[in-house]
């Protein structure tokens, strides 16, 4: 396994750039916090810097700052998309511009999505325009390791510097995946596991003595490198698990590792583990309606998932894992809408709107561990504002303006460019290549 | 202003979708044999026939509702009455006999129920282990002797899903794409059985599942064999329709004017059934350029296709497949997966029913089918963004008489006509908006889920006794 010990900061180069921020003030609004508290009538959010500097009823509009009426529209953050692949795929289907797994590499935990994250991938500007502004990017696993690799926080902005928090965490999967790519069995990946921890470990201690370990040592250097940094608690472990006896294995491990920070994502037997779950401490980002027994982990599964989850008191989120997540982020709300819609349904446990609004704004945010930062439009977050034309968990709701870092964004695509193309199919005087 | 406005669109989208049984006015093909020594004498058109019984139920009105009757029509304030797994009446002012239950709606919907005409439930069922993996038969491009039915496991948890939120009475189960001819659909009622037979649906036409672009080209391509390229595809088809003419001009000698009867072909009995307009094609297609070989081909032929599935770039042709009496089955908003998905846009329905093409929404997932009552509303909030305002009525028939055309059981079932099966959803408010779900659902006027009482919710074999049970606890 242990090939070469190729420098991976060479995959680390940091594309980081600084916003061009602006300040903005949205007045009349129905104003959404997206912390899980009601919308707020006649409000008013205020960005400067790209930062929120204040939001609710009675805030003044500093003298200077340019002003949105939204008249009465509803006003929120933007979508923060719990578990995605957005920005490293182009076209699933055409490998060349897949790069969400790396099947040939000698690295796993080492991988990172950051160099791959293009931000003019078509996507990116879909899911801008239907109200996604931030999102969580994970590389996936391949055959060999139970480790994908580094995920990262990025922006759905129009410019070329997409990632805001490179290197966020590492993803892994386990139970039956995971359980594959280790070479078999959930015992060979927890093996994998524990090997690797102890392996980062090492390295943590003394990363110059790493090179000349003895001939079990199965970790290159950059994975351990990677790895150092989960078990160090500097970063959280996002784990794919869907089986409640795998979910226990986790909350075990957790104990057994002081300052691992542990995410559950999907997770979609976690509603009969909750307590076990909510006692643990542990947040979760799950699959909202996954309701079939899809495979032999998901026996369990049911669309009140993650209304019980948050009644057991899990902080939950809403992410979309092997879900399209390379390009449909943007059917978060319709997800959280629909979660309000079991409330309605007896014997079902949904969530009221403001808990559903919150599980695709702040909440993810928080499992993550950046809800300071991300989320919501509380004092200090970043200014990321959308408009809407509706009630933005309803069926064809759409941004009429959207800001991020306090930035306004174009809310066209390729999409938009072909629907006007072929509103009317017949061609003109000239072809419709002519036609733009 | 809604109705008059939405009986007109619908006027244009019968004629669109043809209610002329799949077979085309321009077939040059003999038409079937009437009469000879040979009639009868061939084989069975119908070896594994529907066992299928509607269960008993209660003469029903409901009343105080917003009737969407699948065609076009609306009635604010109606009631709908069924009895005897008919429908009997719907309108304003509808009074109960003696007997009848009543259920008032106030607030809510009724629709017709829910027809997918692309659905793989029963054969990639859930859970989706490879040993239930049972869609493709991917070891030859021209699979035409393989039927979907034999396929279909009717324990599929999926069906409950799709029964209970989704409102889906009537779904056709497809064979996978891997193949340009991949075999025959077969057609079912959405009600738990012990058999596949004991779900199909009685008297509905058979389909035939082509399949062109991506799919064929990569699966024999990799293997280094025909079709490896798009004019592969067609290659192997043209070969195909090719024989399947000269067994037909056999069969009908012989059932003419008696003899040694010819060599039964499985394959060649469904390809025999397309030509003679008995059996629909239902062709996976997304790109336009190859909707518009494939309907070019079917003149050639002397066949007709009754639906172009998925249909992505159904928009860049829709004046096309309106000319050609072809339906579009598509998704809302799905794109980008693959190549040929890449120029999808929300409004392809939009822009079909616009311009006048019979357009449909489809599933082809086991969880899109349990919200295609969203899709179809995403698709009509696309169409309202653009300017082209469909009503909610018209969007209905997106969900119910275009499929029920395109799959030749229009006069069974896809609106609330009087005669029609009672397949009835009553919805607990506006099934356009995200905040509904169905709250009670009648297949053939029995009544098989109610939202409360659990007992009405089915929970198939392979959930019984797992921690799941069908989504019940």
Same mark, same amino acid.
């Given at each position: 396994?242990?090939?070469? $010990?190729?420098?991976?900061? *060479? ?22 916090? =997206? ?36 008249? =009465?529209? @509803? #006003? ?116 994998? $596991? ?8 090492? @390295? ?30 500097? #970063? ?75 009644? *057991?008191? #899990? ?24 979660? #309000? ?48 034309? =509706? ?19 174009? $809310? ?9 193309? @072929? ?10 290549? @002519?036609?733009? | ?25 321009? &077939? ?79 607030? +809510? ?68 794409? &891997? ?31 082509? &399949? ?13 064999? %025909? ?12 070969? /195909? ?28 009995? /469904? ?68 190549? %040929? ?13 616009? %311009? ?40 209905? +028939? ?13 006069? +069974? /079932? ?37 939202? +409360? ?21």
């Amino acid at each position: 396994m242990r090939k070469t $010990l190729f420098l991976a900061a *060479a995959a680390c180069v940091a594309l980081a750039a600084p916003a061009m921020a602006q300040d903005v003030a949205i007045t009349n609004a129905k104003l959404v916090i =997206g912390d899980g508290s009601a919308p707020v009538e006649g409000g008013t959010v205020v960005v400067r810097g790209g930062k929120v500097v204040a939001a609710g009823r009675g805030v003044a509009v500093p003298a200077g700052v340019q002003t949105v009426d939204a008249g =009465g529209r @509803y #006003v929120t953050p933007g979508i923060f998309a719990g578990f995605t692949r957005l920005g490293i795929v182009e076209v699933d289907g055409v490998a060349v511009t897949n790069d969400a797994a790396a099947g040939s590499s000698p690295f796993n935990a080492a991988l990172d999505v950051t160099p791959a994250v293009n931000p003019r991938s078509t996507p990116v500007a879909i899911n801008r325009a239907d109200g996604v502004t931030r999102a969580v990017v994970a590389p996936d696993n391949s055959k060999g390791s139970i480790f994908a690799g580094q995920g990262a926080v990025i922006d759905t902005r129009s410019d070329l510097h997409a990632v805001a928090r490179p290197r966020a965490f590492q993803f892994m999967e386990y139970g039956e995946s995971g359980g594959r790519a280790a070479g078999g069995s959930r015992p060979a990946a927890i093996a994998m $596991l524990r090997n690797a921890f102890a392996e980062a470990r090492d @390295y943590a201690r003394n990363p110059a003595s790493f090179a000349g370990r003895g001939k079990d040592a199965l970790l290159t250097r950059a994975d351990a490198e990677a790895l150092a940094a989960v078990v160090q608690g500097k #970063v959280p472990l996002l784990v794919h698990v869907e089986r409640a006896s795998d979910i226990l294995v986790l909350l075990q491990l957790k104990r057994e590792t002081p300052g691992l920070k542990l995410v559950l994502v999907g997770a979609t037997e976690g509603w009969t583990v909750a307590k076990d779950i909510a006692a643990a401490g542990v947040p979760v980002i799950a699959s909202p309606l996954n309701d079939l027994p899809a495979s032999f982990e998901q026996l369990a599964a049911t669309q009140s998932n993650i209304g019980r989850l948050r009644t *057991a008191g #899990v902080l939950v989120g809403i992410g979309t894992i092997n879900d399209d997540e390379a390009r449909q982020a943007r059917l978060e709300k319709q997800y959280a809408g629909n979660l #309000v819609a079991l409330t309605r349904v007896p014997g079902a446990t949904g969530l009221d709107w403001n808990a559903a609004f919150a599980a695709i704004s702040a909440k993810p945010a928080e499992a993550l561990g950046m809800g300071d930062a991300f989320g919501s439009l509380r004092t200090g977050r970043v200014g990321d504002v959308v408009v809407w034309d =509706g009630d933005p968990l309803e069926i064809g709701s759409m941004p009429v303006k959207l800001f991020i870092d306090g930035v306004e964004q174009p $809310l066209t695509s390729r999409q938009t460019r072909l629907r006007d193309r @072929y509103w009317k199919p017949e061609e003109g005087a000239l072809p419709k290549a @002519y036609q733009r | 202003m809604i109705r008059s406005f939405a009986m007109a669109a619908a006027c244009v989208a019968l004629t669109a979708c043809g209610g002329t049984g799949g077979k085309p006015a321009t &077939a040059s093909s003999t038409p079937p044999a009437q009469k000879g020594p040979g009639l009868g004498k061939g084989y069975s058109h119908d070896p594994y026939p529907s066992t299928y019984r509607p269960y008993p139920g209660v003469p029903t009105l409901v009343t105080n509702v917003t009737i969407l009757d699948g065609e076009g029509g609306r009635i604010d304030r109606g009631a709908v009455l069924f009895r005897d797994g008919k429908i009997v009446a719907l309108g304003q002012n509808l009074a109960a006999d003696a007997g009848v239950t009543v259920i008032d709606g106030q607030g +809510k919907y009724v629709t017709p129920g829910v027809i997918d005409i692309h659905s793989h439930l029963g054969d990639y069922p859930s859970p989706g282990v490879d040993a239930l993996s049972d869609g493709n038969e991917a070891t030859s491009p021209v699979t035409a002797d393989v039927w979907a039915e034999h396929s279909v496991w009717p324990q599929d948890p999926g069906f409950g899903r799709a029964l209970v939120n989704g409102g889906v009475t009537t779904l056709q189960i497809l064979p996978g794409s &891997a193949n340009l001819f991949g075999g025959r659909s077969v057609l079912l009622k959405n009600v738990y059985a012990r058999t596949m037979q004991g779900m199909k649906f009685p008297g509905a036409p058979y389909g035939l599942k082509m &399949a062109c672009g991506e799919n064929p080209k990569r699966v024999y391509g990799s293997r280094g064999r %025909e079709p490896s390229t798009r004019m592969g595809n067609i290659a192997v088809d043209r070969q /195909t329709w090719a024989r399947a003419a000269e067994y037909k001009r056999r069969w009908e000698k012989y059932e003419r004017d008696g003899g040694e009867p010819p060599s039964r072909d499985i394959a060649m009995d /469904t390809l025999r059934g397309v030509l003679d307009g008995e059996i629909r094609v239902q062709n996976h297609c997304y790109r336009a350029d190859e909707m518009a070989n494939v309907m070019d081909m079917a003149k050639e032929f002397g066949y007709h296709v009754s639906a172009f599935h998925h249909a992505v770039e159904a928009y860049k042709i829709a004046d096309l497949l309106k000319a050609n009496n072809t339906c579009a089955a598509v998704w809302a908003d799905w794109y980008g997966f693959k190549m %040929e998905s890449y120029d999808a846009v929300p409004e392809n329905l939009a822009i079909l029913e616009k %311009e006048g093409a019979c357009a449909m929404i489809h599933s082809d997932d086991a969880n899109g089918i349990q919200r295609l009552n969203q899709e179809v509303a995403k698709a009509r909030a696309s169409a309202i963004r653009g300017g082209f305002d469909v009503s909610e009525a018209t969007a209905w +028939k997106w969900l119910s008489i275009n499929p029920a055309l395109a799959l030749g059981i229009a006069d +069974k /079932t896809g609106s609330l006509k009087p005669g029609k099966m009672a397949d009835v959803v009553l919805w607990n408010g506006n099934p356009f908006s995200v905040y509904t779900r169905p709250e009670m659902v009648w297949v053939d006027g029995a009544l098989l889920y109610d939202a +409360k009482d659990p007992k009405r919710r089915p929970v198939s074999d392979f959930e019984l006794g797992q921690p799941g049970e069908g989504d019940v606890k």
